[in-house]
């Protein structure tokens, strides 16, 4: 009896090493493509969210000060003639110098990159006169500015007040302004 063996072609159907590698190797790079894609939408996000957290406290400080400027301002009676003591006209672009209703001396003032202190800088203060207090109103503030019109009064009140305060977060910089006029200045010192 004769010995037959039948051969079979065997065919198995399986990836080679290099179809192996090749395939890591796509996968790798489209795994980074995605995870920077990712990243940069996660780092966008922060950078938004900062900007809006900065935004947010500039539009309450201008709140704050516009609310505040509106009713500042005292007539003294006690003098004759009497005197109207409100919003200071001399002072400095980067401050805002008022009498409130309280006979208290307050001041808006805004500390830039240069300011001595290097832990007060870029920021907006409250200023209470008398006791040299300081409170923060907002920080992350590049310029602020307070562009006041006079009154017909001598001493040297303004009548209305422009505040513009720029904030920065990142590299990204928002201006936000607002306007106030003194509503409490008496008819003979308009």
């Keep these: 009896m004769a010995n037959t063996h039948t051969h079979h072609r065997i065919d198995h159907r399986a990836f080679t090493i290099v179809e192996c590698l090749l395939g890591l190797a796509l996968s790798a790079v489209l795994l980074t493509a995605v995870a920077v894609a990712f990243n940069a939408s996660v780092i966008s996000y922060q950078e938004n969210e900062d900007m809006f957290r900065s935004m947010n406290n500039a539009r309450q400080a201008l709140a ?44 808006y003032e805004f500390h830039d990159a240069t300011y001595a202190d290097p832990a007060c800088r870029n920021k907006l203060y409250l200023v209470k006169e008398a006791t040299h207090q300081e409170y923060v109103l907002c920080d992350n503030v590049v310029n602020a500015a307070f562009t006041k019109t006079s009154c017909s009064d001598p001493r040297g009140d303004a009548r209305s007040v422009q505040i513009s305060l720029t904030v920065q977060s990142g590299h990204s910089q928002r201006t936000l302004a607002a306007a106030v006029v003194v509503r409490r200045i008496p008819e003979g010192y308009l």
């Design 64 to 107: 704050r000060m516009t609310s505040e400027i509106r009713v500042a301002g005292y007539l003294d009676e006690s003098v004759v003639p009497p005197e109207w003591y409100g919003v200071d006209d001399e002072a400095p672009s980067n401050k805002c110098t008022f009498w409130t209703a309280d006979r208290e001396l307050r001041s």
